[in-house]
């Protein structure tokens, strides 16, 4: 048995008070495909008590349970109020949406999950609970009639899916939030990202981390895409990297309150494949397109990401070989 001194006890108390007194970190959907890598990254930084997990799921992956994890339906706007009260949580990263291909089977649960969420969130910020937060937008806000190569920052959005014409929405409303009640909130319009941490969610890029599985277990894919269907790319460390260093970045830097282009690489299936056949020499890939084509045929072949350079350094760093390695040593 272990005895401490009176002064111990007191000392360990006081730590103990500070700790619960310091201003938190919530990322909400932390047990998706983002949130994950996002959760660990923010611990380093911040201390594994000071970011907290969240997700409608009961039962969390073993590799954030070395921090707190709350149980949380982001619908639930009561439940949301009383975990940021009671925890100080000062700075969100909201997550939770349903994705690309998953969402056009439920369309209407999909809009009511990615808009309700979000203004629960805003609301917050708005009434000075929360002071800083960042929301995801995605290049599904663009469409057929937006430029295909180079997509500006400003030109014509005219989504095609509700996924897209959800995130186009958020884009607008948390705009509307800062200009109308000074609420800092931060996004970015990922592109496809590709993980062998956690299982896809749904995305119409997801078979950039599938093919690598299968690459793997049979040394053949089927793709859902046409052999030609480029589309922009990133690996998740540059992702997770881009999204803190957004939130990281001074205030008066963040010049655009709808969402900032960013780029990664683009290459089409084809090309990926090429890449894995110089690793796994006996790979073979075959196609069958289906209806996430159509999708991919509403998005941009590459985006500009010059406002994110000038305001805020952005910089990606991995390039398709790069992935590939990554990919295939991680899986392996």
């Known amino acids: 048995m272990t005895i401490i001194s009176f002064d111990d006890y007191l000392i360990s108390k006081v730590i103990f008070v500070q700790i619960l007194a310091m201003s938190k970190i919530l990322v909400i959907g932390s047990c998706g495909q983002i949130g994950i890598e996002l959760v660990l990254e923010l611990r380093k930084t911040h201390g594994n008590h000071n970011v907290i997990a969240s997700d409608i799921k009961e039962n969390y992956p073993q590799s954030i349970a070395e921090g707190p994890y709350i149980q949380l339906d982001i ?184 969402s900032y282009n960013l780029s990664g690489i683009s290459f089409d299936p084809e090309e990926l494949a090429a890449e894995i056949k110089r690793e796994i020499p006996n790979f073979s890939m075959n196609y069958a397109p289906d209806f996430r084509q159509e999708i991919a045929e509403s998005w941009p072949n590459s985006v500009d990401d010059s406002f994110a350079k000038n305001d805020w350094n952005w910089e990606n760093k991995i390039k398709i070989q790069g992935i590939v390695k990554k990919m295939l040593d991680g899986l392996s």
């Open 75 to 258: 619908m639930n706007s009561n439940k949301l109020t009383s975990l940021v009260k009671e925890n100080n949580v000062k700075e969100v990263y909201l997550l939770a949406a349903l994705l690309s291909a998953t969402a056009e089977k439920k369309p209407l649960f999909a809009w009511e999950l990615n808009m309700q969420g979000l203004f629960n969130v805003l609301e917050l910020a708005k009434d000075k609970l929360i002071e800083k937060v960042f929301w995801p937008s995605s290049i599904a806000v663009f469409g057929k009639n937006s430029p295909a190569d180079n997509t500006p920052q400003h030109t014509i959005m005219e989504p095609s899916t509700v996924y897209g014409i959800s995130k186009l929405a958020g884009e607008r409303w948390c705009e509307y939030y800062f200009n109308k009640y000074n609420v800092d909130v931060r996004s970015i319009r990922y592109p496809g990202l590709i993980s062998y941490k956690s299982a896809p969610g749904g995305g119409t890029t997801d078979y950039a981390v599938d093919i690598f599985i299968q690459a793997l277990k049979s040394q053949s894919y089927t793709c859902y895409l046409k052999p030609d269907a480029k589309l922009p790319m990133m690996y998740m460390s540059d992702a997770i990297r881009a999204t803190i260093e957004i939130m990281q970045a001074p205030r008066d830097n963040i010049k655009v309150r709808s």
